[in-house]
């Protein structure tokens, strides 16, 4: 079993920015990938950001290009989420996802084995 908890959400202005946090623990000894997806109300769930578990090689939805910094921290087991320039259309509750089965950075939610419980960023215009 694995736990991801995230942290870092909150309520802020456009053009700000937060750091989203998500630590895994339990039984992962190793992974493919660890992300980020994104679900505003009344839409689908929509991926954000992976990166491999070496933290070599990163996948980014357009969406986010050039605004958002996905990292890990190996020794922590930790994903961050540097999310910068922050719009109102990027408020959603954001969930932590692994990868430790298929491998590939998809983008796709079924990609993704394991899920945290959500974080909620909002972004006031």
């Known amino acids: 079993q694995v736990q991801l908890v995230e942290s870092g959400g909150g309520l802020v202005q456009a053009g700000d920015s937060l750091r989203l946090s998500c630590a895994a623990s339990g039984r992962l000894f190793a992974a493919y990938a660890m992300g980020w997806f994104r679900q505003a109300p009344g839409k689908e769930r929509e991926f954000v950001a992976a990166?491999?578990?070496?933290?070599?090689?990163?996948n980014y939805a357009d969406s986010v290009k050039g605004r958002f910094t996905i990292s890990r921290d190996k020794t922590k087991r930790t994903v961050y989420l540097q999310m910068n320039i922050l719009k109102p259309e990027d408020t959603a509750v954001y969930y932590c996802?692994?990868?430790?089965?298929?491998?590939?950075?998809?983008?796709?939610?079924?990609?993704?084995?394991?899920w945290g419980q959500g974080t909620q960023v909002t972004v006031s215009s």
């Open positions: 990166v491999s578990w070496s933290g070599g090689r990163t």
């Open positions: 996802v692994v990868d430790s089965l298929r491998g590939g950075l998809g983008q796709d939610p079924g990609s993704y084995d394991n």
